[in-house]
């Protein structure tokens, strides 16, 4: 396995526009997470699946904001109505498997630029 | 969940050992102490977690007092590829991460 990948890498959008990324997890893990970083601060987190179910979600995750993992593998989260304040780098991580510390791993990222 | 404090950024040449530390005066009974390292545009990535005494890998060792109200990261003979952003965190695992701004180590030659 390769580990946690994210597609699109960058994503360049006008304000108003829907935008969708998505995460594919490592393939044995059961846990799904999605953060979102802006310069210089930590990640924050957004939400967290359990197979397909979504567990909990931050009050930063906006009625514009909505994620799915439908049948518990990859999960997407989608952005309506783009604002400028959405701009940021938004990272997906997955545990749960056999790691002895049930540490997180990270993907790649995807920075999403909103003019 | 526990709150944490660390310092905005460290200073260290190749070579020295580097300890960082990191308060949680609140840390609860079912918290453990877990750090990450973070390079510009990357994931962060697990390096090591403890829940009290001393832990050991490969690549750092982490230091917990009796009281658990503090941790001390150690990263031993830095190099220039160890400069990054290192996160110190606190809470059960499995969960949502809380990270802060964490320390921004630069290694000089």
């Known amino acids: 396995d390769t580990g946690v990948s994210q597609d699109p890498r960058h994503k360049i959008t006008k304000r108003g526009q829907n935008v969708t990324f998505r995460c594919d997890p490592i393939?044995?893990?059961?846990?799904l997470y999605w953060y979102r970083q802006t310069l210089g601060q930590g990640p924050e987190f957004l939400t967290y699946f359990q197979n397909e179910a979504q567990l909990e979600k931050s009050r930063l995750l906006s009625d514009r904001f909505s994620a799915e993992r439908p049948k518990g593998s990859f999960s997407t989260l989608e952005i309506q109505r783009t604002e400028q304040g959405d701009s940021a780098m938004y990272l997906c991580?997955?545990?749960?498997?056999?790691?002895?510390?049930?540490?997180?791993?990270f993907g790649p990222g995807t920075r999403l630029t909103v003019l | 969940l526990a709150k944490t404090t660390q310092p905005i950024s460290m200073d260290s040449y190749e070579g020295q050992e580097v300890n960082i530390t990191c308060s949680h005066n609140n840390i609860a009974t079912n918290d453990y102490i877990t750090w990450y390292q973070q390079f510009p545009s990357q994931g962060p990535r697990f390096i090591i977690q403890g829940y009290k005494t001393k832990v050991t890998n490969e690549v750092a060792s982490l230091f917990i007092p009796a009281d658990r109200k503090s941790s001390t990261l150690s990263l031993p003979r830095v190099s220039l590829s160890d400069t990054a952003v290192y996160y110190c965190l606190v809470g059960p695992t499995g969960t949502a991460l809380i990270f802060g701004k964490g320390t921004t180590l630069s290694v000089s030659s």
């Open positions: 393939s044995e893990h059961n846990r």
């Open positions: 991580a997955s545990s749960g498997g056999r790691e002895l510390y049930n540490e997180q791993f």
